[in-house]
């Protein structure tokens, strides 16, 4: 080590070694960095023995801790589980109106309903149930066949003019075929009309009202639940008042379908969803 000597420059000693006259100055690592070095290499190694790392001819070392990240997901699934079940036990067992009052229970339907509805029911109702002609508006207090919790789970579970037995149906007549003169059609169609305070009625339509159309629809058009048989006094249309609109519908009439839930849902989800329905503004 001969030729080691002290750099004028820098003040650093060199290593001894030269080439061509270039000489390498002895700046080696600090001793902090080193000891952080020799650290992580024995954390490592430490590492590889607790936990999962190298494989072997047919498996893998698999730690001596038993760690696994499979493990921690199936504990997880089974904690999320078991606290799922906790509230679904309850939506199966209580009836809808129960579920509503209890606000935690309320709380959970509101979060899967609002899914469920965006999932199966916007297409037809709209987001948030703002209707379409013929797909009625969820989120006002017109009801068809009734607003109330109950009303409403019926209504989805069995669906109407559905494919249950049990899917509520109601048909109104055809009052073209024969039944109803072209000019009796046109004069309860006027009456229909002045029930919402939109023109003059006739003698002639106010008999044919009282004798054909008060039965579903109520004396003074104020709706018929037990039929399903939209108010007529409203000015709200189910259809449309427009033009001969309501000349073809009182004689020959569109009959809205509602799909049955029943077996599409299942019972959680049928709660769930109608009980959001039910929130949506209309709920009696
Ligand atoms: C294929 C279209 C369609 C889909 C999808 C649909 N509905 Fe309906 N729904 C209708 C029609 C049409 C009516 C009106 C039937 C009638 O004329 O009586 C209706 C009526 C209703 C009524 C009765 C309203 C009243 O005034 O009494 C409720 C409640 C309802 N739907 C809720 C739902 C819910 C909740 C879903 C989703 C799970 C859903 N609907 C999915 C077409 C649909
Ligand atoms: C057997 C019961 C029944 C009778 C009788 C009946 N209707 Fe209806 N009417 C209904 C039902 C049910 C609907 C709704 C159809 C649907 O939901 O798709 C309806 C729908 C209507 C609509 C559409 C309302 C809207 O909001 O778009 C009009 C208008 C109407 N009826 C007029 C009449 C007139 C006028 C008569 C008598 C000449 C009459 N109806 C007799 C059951 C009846």
């Given at each position: 080590m001969a030729n080691i000597e002290r750099d004028e420059v820098s003040g650093t000693d060199t290593t001894g070694h030269e080439w061509d006259g270039l000489k390498e100055l002895n700046t080696p690592l600090p001793r902090w960095w080193l000891w952080t070095f020799y650290a992580t290499i024995i954390y490592a190694v430490g590492a590889w023995v607790v936990y999962p790392s190298w494989p072997t001819l047919t498996t893998y070392w698999k730690g001596t801790s038993g760690y696994s990240s499979r493990v921690d997901l199936t504990n997880d699934l089974a904690a999320q589980t078991q606290e799922r079940s906790v509230w679904t036990k309850k939506f199966a067992a209580l009836p809808i109106t129960e579920i509503a009052q209890d606000r935690n229970l309320q709380e959970v339907a509101m979060a899967g309903g609002k899914v469920i509805f965006a999932d199966n029911c916007a297409p037809c109702h709209g987001s948030s149930g703002t209707g379409a002609p013929g797909y009625p508006v969820l989120?006002?207090?017109?009801?068809l066949w009734g607003g109330s919790l109950e009303e409403i789970e019926t209504t989805v579970r069995y669906g109407i003019r559905g494919a249950h037995d049990d899917t509520r149906v109601s048909e109104m007549p055809?009052?073209?075929?024969?039944?109803?003169?072209a000019a009796q059609i046109k004069s309860v169609a006027g009456h229909v009309l002045s029930l919402s305070g939109q023109g003059a009625s006739s003698a002639e339509g106010a008999e044919v009202f009282e004798n054909e159309c008060a039965a579903c629809h109520g004396e003074k058009g104020e709706g018929g639940r037990d039929f399903g048989a939209p108010k007529l006094n409203d000015g709200l249309w189910l259809y449309s008042s427009a033009g001969d609109d309501l000349i073809a519908q009182i004689s020959k009439p569109k009959h809205g379908v509602m799909p049955t839930w029943e077996g599409r849902l299942d019972d959680v989800s049928i709660k769930q969803v109608s009980i959001y329905v039910h929130a949506l503004g209309g709920g009696e």
């Open positions: 989120a006002d207090d017109d009801w055809a009052f073209g075929d024969d039944y109803l003169t």
